[in-house]
């Protein structure tokens, strides 16, 4: 289900009972019968919280963008743009196993963060961008400095999104 969310002055639509309202515009995804909910569990959160991010990035086709951060939403995030017609997509983490991961779905370009030489990735992204930057940025970390660090590699007049989920800071 994508959609719901709402102003909490009409009450609670369902998110903590047996049963949920869905007002009209809400999209409901039909899992196919092959896919079990066990398996689909992660896109329970992460996706409609990517679809959000897309939404918000209004991607046009051969835009370039980069995810920062390649957990569940990042990852989500980065095949969405792919399919919404991203001419490349860029995806930036500090654990290389989920770069792998995003590299079997398709994305063109995994940087490592270096935390020896933090502003590296910066620099390569602006690199691939041909010194102009990406077209949009989504932040799918939660990490304070990506916000910086992530305005720094998108373009003059690009779109920068944040859908990190920000505790302790």
């Not at 002055?9 to 899992?31: A, N």
């Not at 030489?117 to 990406?134: M, S, Y």
Request: with cysteine.
């Amino acid at each position: 289900v994508y959609g719901v969310t709402y102003s909490a002055k009409d009450g609670l639509l369902g998110g903590w009972s047996e049963l949920v309202y869905l007002k009209p515009g809400v999209k409901v995804l039909t899992l196919p019968e092959e896919v079990s909910p066990k398996q689909f569990i992660a896109g329970g959160c992460a996706l409609p919280t990517a679809l959000h991010a897309i939404d918000r990035a209004q991607i046009q086709i051969g835009d370039i963008v980069v995810v920062q951060g390649c957990g569940p939403v990042g990852l989500s995030v980065a095949i969405l743009a792919l399919l919404s017609g991203a001419g490349k997509v860029i995806v930036i983490d500090k654990f290389e196993s989920r770069l792998v991961v995003a590299r079997s779905f398709g994305v063109d370009e995994t940087l490592v963060i270096n935390a020896d030489d933090p502003r590296q990735h910066i620099e390569r992204v602006l690199e691939l961008t041909h010194g102009h930057g990406a077209d949009v940025t989504i932040e799918a970390t939660g990490i304070p400095i990506a916000v910086k660090e992530g305005l720094n590699m998108t373009r003059n007049g690009g779109r920068y999104v944040i859908v990190g989920h920000y505790t302790n800071t």
